[in-house]
């Protein structure tokens, strides 16, 4: 066999993602708040870019819109600057803003939330006037965790600043009483008690002491839900320990979780669906993403600068009015996956939660005509505020189970039904998952014990001996 070297033409086709179409991907996934800080990090880097001050014109219709195609082999062209120039300024104003004044208001945190450490210290300068135990003091206080636990021992305090160790005990007894109560506490056992001690509530003497019994030796006990040896091992009825573990729900294991740092998180929707006598309005909530246009100036610029300057002006355009495509294509296809859900789970926005229906994506992406990928991206980390409260796009794409009559009923409404079944049990005898799965299946519902299981736990129910009350 004789091996020799030749040269051959061959012709192939394949996709490539060029940069511009990986931005326009990665802008169809940003949520509202994400894209309005990219929108303006453009401005700052883009010369060309300006924010659209104006408020007239009118806004392009779904049919006027031409659709972005993010699959296919054939890309949109991005050197289009010259027809867009001579046709005048375009801005990303499009499909049904949420434009009302009432509807841009949104609640803001202005002030910085108080951490745990300053608003410990600042009742320590009321409590303790002594120089020395105010040094101590905020040094235990600098000592504490966010759940409000002390992180090291009053002996280590002592030998580290030198002072006596009944001093020490003596600053951390004051903060002990502070607010949040059981705040400074060695561990969860500590904690509960002095809650239980400062609230002074007025129960039964044998109770109270069997609350305390209960919180120093059997809280592995009653996390476990094993109140018949609790009971053996203090000689009381279930009935008392029951009580007394009740007392106990009342107090808070982590007192220092409800302060933070920082600013709270507030989630702002994507999307608003309203509804509007027999039918839905849909509304883009995209007010707070700055509108973008073309600085006109650079109209003369590439018209008189030299070649260089012409070229960089020239990609600086080309760039500005990719992005403008990509946000406005954001906006139709979001619009796009929004009508058709509504479409699909008509029931749902009509009656609420306990009717909506299994969905997946590529039902959508065939009655809207794009690819399933793209309706992935469009759904991802975005909310929709609707008449049944604010719900994540992702909410509407659910798996089911099998009925009686052959139809699919979504997980959405078995968890539905079993959060009402439990809400309504007799608490003294709680119904097991075989026992939920049997009224399940009474109403029509063919679901099996380990699915009950299943979903029981992603509703965080207790199993039914923990929710047993005696």
């Known amino acids: 066999m004789q091996l020799d070297y030749g040269l051959k033409l061959e012709t192939t086709q394949k996709l490539i993602m060029t940069p511009q179409l990986r931005q326009a991907i990665a802008i169809l996934q940003l949520p509202a708040t994400d894209l309005a800080a990219l929108v303006e990090k453009e401005l700052l880097e883009n010369p060309v870019l300006e924010p659209d001050a104006s408020d007239g014109g009118e806004e392009p219709t779904m049919q006027e819109a031409e659709p972005l195609k993010l699959e296919g082999d054939n890309q949109p062209e991005a050197d289009g600057w010259i027809e867009y120039l ?16 009432e509807t841009k208001r949104r609640e803001i945190a202005d002030t910085e939330a108080v951490s745990l450490q300053n608003y410990l210290e600042m009742q320590l ?44 005990l003596d600053v951390l007894t004051i903060i002990q009483t502070f607010d949040p109560l059981g705040v400074g506490a060695g561990n969860l056992q500590e904690c509960l008690l002095i809650q239980l001690e400062s609230k002074e509530l007025d129960y039964d003497s044998q109770i109270y002491d069997l609350t305390v019994a209960v919180i120093r030796d059997h809280l592995d006990q009653v996390a476990s839900g094993r109140y018949k040896q609790i009971a053996d091992k203090q000689h009381c009825s279930l009935h008392e320990v029951q009580q007394a573990v009740d007392i106990i729900r009342t107090l808070d294991p982590k007192p220092g979780r409800a302060f933070g740092g920082g600013q709270p998180g507030y989630i702002v929707p994507d999307v608003t669906i309203e509804r509007l006598n027999s039918g839905y309005v849909i509304h883009i909530n995209d007010s707070h993403v700055p509108q973008l246009a073309i600085n006109p100036y650079y109209r003369e610029v590439v018209r008189e600068a030299d070649s260089d300057a012409r070229k960089y002006v020239e990609g600086r355009i080309n760039a500005a009015v990719w992005l403008i495509k990509s946000i406005e294509q954001r906006r139709r296809t979001l619009y796009n996956v929004t009508e058709a859900i509504i479409s699909l789970q008509r029931a749902f926005f009509d009656h609420g939660p306990k009717f909506l229906r299994p969905l997946t994506m590529k039902k959508v992406a065939e009655q809207i005509g794009v690819h399933e990928s793209t309706v992935s991206r469009a759904t991802a980390n975005k909310y929709v505020a609707t008449p049944h409260g604010l719900l994540g796009m992702n909410t509407f794409f659910s798996s089911g189970v099998q009925s009686a009559g052959g139809e699919d009923v979504s997980a959405s409404r078995v968890k539905q039904e079993m959060k009402e079944l439990v809400s309504a049990e007799d608490a003294t005898q709680p119904l097991s998952d075989q026992a939920l799965s049997d009224l399940l299946n009474g109403k029509g519902i063919m679901i099996s014990r380990r699915t009950v299981a299943k979903y029981r736990e992603e509703l965080g129910i207790a199993a039914s001996s923990k929710r047993k009350r005696h």
Do not use: R, W
């Not at 001579?86 to 004044?101: A, H, K, V, W, Y």
């Open 125 to 168: 300068h009321f409590a303790v006037l002594n120089a020395t135990h105010l040094t101590v003091g905020k040094y235990l206080i600098g000592c504490i965790d966010d759940n409000g636990y002390l992180c090291c021992t009053p002996a280590e305090v002592a030998t580290q600043l030198g002072v006596a160790e009944k001093t020490v």
């Open 86 to 101: 001579c046709n005048g300024m375009q801005t990303t104003s499009g499909i049904q803003s949420g434009g009302t004044e």
